[in-house]
């Protein structure tokens, strides 16, 4: 049969909603199928319930003690979510899935706009099964609540200044852009609207569109931008007139132009990051980039746009003093379009090279699947390396079938090839995330969860000694008291410092007071402080120890 004459999962709106149905199913159901892992985890799990406990919706704590380093919005969503739902993994994941979610349906409606229905559903199989988009999508973090306020405003800008846009739909497509730079500022500060600010910046210059300027209906645009973010940055400020400083100088500037937070890189940093978090469609990475450059036939260059954004954040926080992995997530959704476009026109052999990478990479997995268990530092770390094989085997497997589909359906029918692809790169992606589970429960430390919960009263104190534990809190339901190491809330017991013990030997003191006293405690000890408090023969009751930590209780 002439392979014209296939009918396609792109014709299908049946194939197309059980696509759908199925991949919501899976994205929801992982949203609670793990432990919170720490930092970042169980920080703004903790940051929330601290925020509805105390009802305090404008100062934001962690361990009770003021934390300025971001703004609200992720913590408000959070809290408003435990509120509605309780406490619990998917409750505090569940704004971040939300966000992920947000940015697939904004990117595919705008590519729906631009380009047509075929290039939308691409768009979203695309940009739904990158490693980096799908993984960042389950974890409670700030980046993908930036990440898909970010895509409102490139989706925003792309709709209203698109050829063709309606007065309405320019003001309307404008209005929303405002409000994603916006609800960018409020998930992690400036970026929010300089990133953006500087795309449009540059694309002018590379287009010479200075007639752009003219339709971001900036006057309504502005008062909406301002309407969102000043309110809260005045209440903040009111309450707290140390704010203002740190948060625009200390974790701004300072953050971009210095090590000051000891999260340094190399200039290469991200690259691969991004080879990793685009996986399954690396091989046309490169390609649709390239491919992109060639002028459109439209008065507003939307691809042009889209490689600056992507390239210019990328480059952005390459050249940061300051870097961690997620930085890059806002540039997914401007490949997935620029990728989803060159699917319309690709070569047989180019659908094949990718289609290849994926069954390689699942090979690959496959042969170095046993090697897992020797990363294990310690016996005691082994099992929790083991636990995570058989999910490695079925990741590896999962992703060589749909690499194989691939192949062997790019000249049959280029749209299932594509499918596969999609399935196997998102399926194997979240599989591999269940094998980690049991690695997140001994770094959150909830294996000690029991003995811990046996040992507390209401007004049982617990004190964090050489180490603050950044998920345990959450789960206990209970905030720390910091000895000797302030961790990431140096600032804050700066001046707050009656929260905290700054001097170990003063909190030896305080313990033996209570032991003599016959009151009751709990300690998180790091390991080394353990030992020393052993030779200095200090009352302890071991409750539980692995290597990162040592929990004790007054016996």
Known sequence: MNPSYLKTPYDSPRTLWVVLIG???VWFYMLGARTLVPTDEGRYAEMAREMMATGDWI????????????PPLQNWMNALTFSLFGLGDWQARL????????????????AFKIYGRRVAISTALILGSSFYWAAMGHINTLDMGLSGMMTLALCGLLLAQRD?????????GMLLCWAGMALATMSKGLIGFVLPGAVLVLYTIWTRDVGLWLRLHMGKGLLLFFAITVPWFILVWQANPEHPQFF?????FQRFTSTVHKRGGAWYYFFPLLIIGIVPWLGLLLQSLLTSLRKEQSQFQAKKMLVIWAVFIFFFFSISGSKLPSYILPVFPALAILIACE????SVVSLRVNAGMLTLIGVVSLIFTPKIAGIAKSAYELPFYEAMIPWAYAAAAIALIGGLVGLVFAKRNKDIAVLAIAIGGYLGGQVVFIGHDQWGKYSAGVYHLPAIQAELKADT?????????QSLPFYLRRTTILVEHPDEMEFGVGIQPELWIP????????WRAMHAKGEKAVAFLNPTVYKAMQDEAVPMKLLGEDPKRIIVAIP
């Open 23 to 25: 991949f919501l199913v």
């Open 59 to 70: 100062t934001l704590r962690l361990n009770g003690i003021k934390y300025f380093e971001k």
């Open 95 to 110: 704004w971040t899935g939300l966000c992920g979610l947000i940015g697939i349906w904004a990117s595919a409606y705008t």
């Open 164 to 172: 063709g846009a309606s007065d309405k739909e320019q003001r309307n």
């Open 248 to 252: 625009f100088i200390h974790e701004h």
């Open 343 to 346: 699917l319309e026109k690709i």
């Open 461 to 469: 104190p617990i004190f964090a000694v050489g180490r603050y534990e």
């Open 503 to 510: 001097k170990r030997a003063d909190f030896i003191l305080k």
